[in-house]
């Protein structure tokens, strides 16, 4: 003690001479051997520069200038190079202790400088090993002759800009392609980037009288140790799809760029993001990482290092994989979730819900506290150590660099590591299954196990589910054990899934009607049974269990939607969105952000993600239908809406894909024509349900239809460019696709039907509505309205169809052709009998609403065309008693009428009852109806009786 004591007053004594007289100086010297050493052979310049540094503010910049120094005053002499690096880093770090010790930095200020100083040494390590080798072997290049990039990525906690004060670092060297150097003497890359990993690695780790620069630890490149020393970026593209592992994703998290090439590496990072952040919620990282962290503690627990701050429980590490699980599980969806630094990543989980704001905040001062403590252990001297000390000299050390007594230090270590055990095992906790015992449960695993057939376990069902409905749900569970799937799955998967079974099994008592719940959940069940991401999610997430019952319960339409499209299972985590559907604007910026995610070129994928879109999307709105109580109105509006949004983001993907293929098409006057879809039916009138089609024509205003295009791979006249252009359109909603189709499309209301063109001019269209329609087209124009496109266009049909709509006409010849078709369609789509009545085609359903309302609004809308301004049932009805045609009563009854009706539609479709119900339902709408149909028969004359 006494020798140190003097050693530290001579160190003392330098730093005054060299003009300072700080009083932090003292307990940095107690705090760190390593910065005591330095000092005592430091020469004069170097001290009085670390003196001058103290209160510099940090800059990145002039360390990597301060490297670059290293290599051009070393040159050829590799010593020298060694030498000048180590003492650029020393200095650096006693400069970086002092700072923290003083107070001067935070502790994220501290990992901060460590992590730049680091990157700074490394490249220009990095530049000095690539100007060296290609002195001797040229420059690599590939087979066209364009010199090949490298990279060196930076894992873990310099990845995420953390490093702590004596950290190895963990590097990984990948270069562009395959090739050759272009020197005298033939070189492979491969082996040209070996020998700059094999020179990089020298530069950093050998020791030298001055010491090291920083361990380097290469074993998480492709292969570990068995792989090439560098690998080219196919290769590695290849490696990670498919020999990639678990614990390589969790590495990848943090992987950065720290030197070579900055463009090449983003491409590279780029190509590496579906590795990593898969697209779906993926709740396998849970498992994987409750393995990894059970290695490690039951690891420590041979070594007995418990005092481990770094892997001990509630330790560093600990906390590293809270943040990771949710980055893994969720950040293929949510880009906040990326995040390389914990910090940020922790912050994005707590804006995003995913743990409470007070509970992030908690991990947050656990984790700056540890990290604090880990820096001091190693400033004490330079060592790459994590356990809490047990020599009370060492101790003493520590807290001096920590300002505060050892026990002061523990309290606050256990605290924080308490705060940390907490979060972890209510997040890591594994799910708590009974696989013994007389009920559901254990009769499940026993029928799992192959202990007990169907017939044996139904009755311990029974209580439960009922006779016939136990029976059923023992048959589901032994065929789902049966099935060739689950007879190939791995030991493991297989107990997982009969875990799962059970567990919804037991649950399924606390909802009101088990039996369907929980049948028509093993219907998703065995749908989905080899997926085991899904099979970990509702094995994990008691929430997505309960939503997933409550939701079969509910609806078999929903359960057959979420078998049909596992992915939706991502929706049952959070019942906030689940039964909050968004609004207009908010579905088109989170559709558009998604597509702005992916390749614009690769049409597959945008095309599925229209799909899966608009699956989830209606998820949430039946959910809130069923569920939350989402009045009908809203219910249409959004479904309304999700079909604009598809059609309008369709149209603006397939008119990019034309441009790039053939250009677009001009007028005469050079100007671009537009493109604009009329919505007819339920998409015209804001009706749209579960089920419904896309009611469209197309029109354009090109008025030169024989010109070229101009500006793609090839022209065609812009006749064929708006054909083709419409076929698309088509082809992208409507094409079945692995994620199913976005919506049938049906043209049959374009001009001639369909003997018609797809797209027709507007002028042809004006042209046929004024003196070629039938009445029945012009019905048709009651509910349809401008969709998308071209404003234009837009203006002048809503232009045309008040003319047409506006014109005077015979009420009685007007009401015989109507009723007369109205006559046509029942007879040939009515689907009433045996005891069923149909909502829609039945006599006072809902097309005998519709056709009463749209012959009232052809009648009278010369008179008030006012009764034109909406395509929609509803406010039609409205207007026609504003202008007196209705009187307040029979309109009031007309929209109670029409409300009940399309609410029992989107019943029967939820319900998977094809829109059929018993022949006494809705018995006052159907009068309703019937009486305002008779009136308008009588109103028009006997013909029309």
Known sequence: MAETSQRIDEALARLQAAGVTEASARRLLQASGFALAWLERAAEAEIERLAAALDAPPEPEALVAAAADCDQSAGDDEAAYLSALRRLRNREQVLIAWRAISRRDDVAASLARTSALADACIGGALARALRLCS???????????????????????????????SSDVDLMLFYGSPGCCDGAKERANEQYFGEVTQRLTRYLAEKTPEGFCYRVDWALRPFGSAGPAAMHFAAAEDYYQSHGREWERYAMIKARVVAGDAEAGARFMRMLQPFVYRRYLDYTAIESLRELKQRIADDLARRRQQDNVKLGRGGIRDLEFVVQAFQLIRGGQEEALRHRSFRHALAAISDGGHLPADECAALDNAYLLLREVENALQMRQDNQTHSLPQDAAERAAVAAALDRDWEAVMEAVGSARETVVDTFDDLFAGPEVTRGGDGPEGAVHKLWQQHATAEAAAPQFETLLGPEAARGAADAVQRIRASKIVRDMRELSQTRLGDLLAQLFAESAEHGAPAKALLRALEVIERLAGRGTYVSLLRESPTARAQLLALCMASPWIAHLLAQQPMLLDQLLDSRSLYDPPAREAMATELQRRLDGLDAFDIEARMNLLRRYRQEIMLRVAASDRLAGLPLPKVSDRLTWLAEIIVEITVTEVRREMATEYGLPANSDGSEPGFAVIGYGKLGGIEMGYGSDLDVVFLHDCDDQDGETQGGRRSVANAVWFSRFAQRLVHWLSTQTAAGRAYEVD????????????????EAFAHYQRDKAWTWEHQALVRARHVCGSPAIGESFEALRREVLCASREPSE??????????????????????????????????????????????????????????????????LAEAGVLDADTAEGAIAAYRELRALVHERALDEGEGLVAEDAAAEAREQVSALWRLCSEAAGDDAS
């Open 747 to 762: 043209l049959q209301l374009r001009p001639s039907g369909s003997s018609g063109l797809l797209v027709t001019s507007f």
């Open 814 to 879: 007007l009401a015989g052709e109507i009723k007369a078709m109205r006559d046509r369609m029942r007879k040939h789509l009515d689907r009433s009998g045996d005891g069923k009545w149909d909502i829609k085609q039945g006599a006072g359903g809902l097309a005998d609403l519709e056709f009463a309302t749209q012959y009232l609004v052809m009648r009278h809308a010369h008179e008030h065309p006012a009764l034109v301004d909406w395509p929609d049932q509803w406010r039609q009805t409205e207007a």
């Open 135 to 165: 002195e001797r072997h040229g420059t690599p290049r590939d087979k066209g002759g364009a010199e090949v990039p490298c990279i060196v990525l930076g894992m873990g906690k310099l990845g995420g800009r953390e490093l702590n004060f």
